[in-house]
């Protein structure tokens, strides 16, 4: 009897997994697809029919993986910015040389003129209006900020114990932000092209001044 449990357990075993490996790839593709309609859509044409349709799914498999439309798009855009996080750290795996501060400089400025962005900011629009999404989104952004002011300061070496170090990286951040902004209106690379270039001297010679 006991050899029969077993075999019968493993089998079970072995049926719950491939489940559980079609489940993980269902929530992976709505996250996308949540991304990717509101990036394009915007919040009002973002519905989870939408998305679950954009996705492949239906709506109920797509409701329960996210019971809540709140749910679905605070999720996506959180998966996809760890995903982002991990994509830079993933560019300058042992950290950034000072002659490599053009490449981070680049690489933030990139973090704000994607899909995720402007996906990120019809959300921030949506939660000004949206009472129950409010809380979720200011929490969601406060922790995406924390951590690409981290991956930021690694990655330019900054030593934030010298005084204005935490300043400079933080006006970087608010910098590329901005040229986010302007993106979403016109793509203008040149000018970027420009900005990107100033602000990796400005920063290189801030940098260096509060090593000295």
């Known amino acids: 009897m006991g050899g029969v449990s077993g075999a019968v357990n493993t089998a079970d075993r072995a049926e719950r997994v491939p489940k559980q490996d079609r489940s993980r790839a269902t929530r992976q593709r709505l996250l996308e697809a949540a991304v990717a309609c509101l990036a394009e859509r915007g919040w009002a044409g973002s519905t989870v029919s939408v998305v679950a349709e954009h996705a ?10 996210f019971p809540t439309r ?7 855009v959180e998966y996809v ?25 680049a690489a933030l400025v990139d973090l704000y003129t994607g899909p ?32 690409s002011h ?3 300061v690694d990655l330019l070496g900054a030593d934030e114990t010298r005084p204005g170090a935490r ?21 203008d690379g040149t000018r970027r092209e420009r900005v990107v270039e100033q602000w990796a001297r ?11």
Not at 202 to 212: C, K, N
Request: proline content about 1%.
């Open 150 to 152: 981290r991956i930021a």
């Open 116 to 147: 995720l962005f402007r996906a990120a900011l019809h959300l921030w629009v949506a939660a000004s209006n949206e009472e129950q999404l409010r809380g979720r989104v200011t929490e969601l952004e406060a922790r995406v900020g924390r951590e």
């Open 81 to 105: 910015a760890e995903e982002r996080s991990v994509a830079l750290r993933a560019l300058f795996p042992e950290g950034a040389a000072a002659d490599d501060r053009r490449a981070v400089v």
């Open 202 to 212: 400005l920063l290189t010679r801030a940098l260096d001044a509060e090593a000295d």
């Open 70 to 76: 709140e749910d679905l798009f605070t999720a996506a």
């Open 167 to 187: 300043e400079t990286v933080q006006g970087l951040l608010d910098m590329a932000r901005g040229l986010g902004l302007a993106n979403l209106l016109t793509d």
């Open 56 to 65: 492949g799914v239906s709506r109920g498999a797509a409701q329960h993986h």
